[in-house]
Structures are given as structure tokens and as C-alpha cells.
């Protein structure tokens, strides 16, 4: 059974940083695509960064580049998401994701973690 369990939410004010992690189990880590997606209430699931197997690869959404940097530790089967700068605007829950295949869609991931709330105060 896949088990993807973020952590590292909480509040946090406008300019500050946070950092989010994602366990990952029952599935061969590093034979997968990972990516950090968000949803804020009343609006759809969007994509915030991507990271393939290797690291080698690395994407991000216009609206978190240059703030936010996305990396994995194959070893410990875990996916980071460092955010900078944090703005209001990225108030959400944020969710993992895996996929063997690269997309930026999230109806292309089959596995999800539970989500972590990111609120930033103004």
C-alpha cells in the first residue's frame, strides 16, 4: 500500500520561510516522479513544483519560481519543498504527489498524501 505523509505545515507571516516534507513507502521511491501541488478553499488543485527520479529534472509553477525549490532524498524516500519569501497568496494545503511520468497535471498522479495547511498571515 502507498503511504505518502506530509509534514511541515503551520503559520507563518508574509516574507518567512517554511519547509515541507513528504515520507514516502510501499512504492520504489526512486523510480518516481514527485510534485508538490496546492489547493486554497474554493478553488481547484494546482501545481506548485516537480522533481523527477534523479533530481535531475526540476519545474516549477510561475508563481513559486525563485522562491520555492523543490528536492528529494532518495535514500531516506522523502521529497522537500522549501518555500521563501512566502506570500498571503500561498496560503493552502499542500499536497505530495507521485507518478512515473512526468506531468504537470494532477489528474496524471495516482498517488496523493493527506495534505499539510500553509497559512501565511499578511
Known amino acids: 500500500q502507498v503511504q505518502l505523509i506530509e509534514s511541515g505545515g503551520g503559520l507563518v507571516q508574509a516574507g518567512g520561510s517554511l519547509r515541507l516534507a513528504c515520507a514516502a513507502s510501499?512504492?520504489?521511491?526512486?523510480?518516481?516522479?514527485m510534485g508538490w501541488f496546492r489547493q486554497a478553499p474554493g478553488k481547484e488543485r494546482v501545481f506548485v513544483a516537480r522533481?523527477?527520479?534523479?533530481?535531475?529534472?526540476?519545474y516549477y509553477a510561475d508563481s513559486v519560481t525563485g522562491r520555492f525549490t523543490i528536492s528529494r532524498d532518495n535514500a531516506k524516500n522523502t521529497v522537500y519543498l522549501q518555500m521563501n519569501n512566502l506570500k498571503f497568496e500561498d496560503t493552502a494545503v499542500y499536497y505530495c504527489?507521485?507518478?512515473?511520468?512526468?506531468?504537470?497535471?494532477?489528474?496524471?498522479?495516482?498517488?496523493w498524501g493527506q495534505g499539510t495547511q500553509v497559512t501565511v498571515s499578511s
Open positions: 510501499g512504492l520504489t521511491f526512486n523510480m518516481y516522479g
Open positions: 522533481i523527477s527520479s534523479s533530481s535531475s529534472n526540476r
Open positions: 504527489a507521485a507518478a512515473d511520468h512526468f506531468s504537470t497535471s494532477a489528474a496524471s498522479y495516482p498517488y
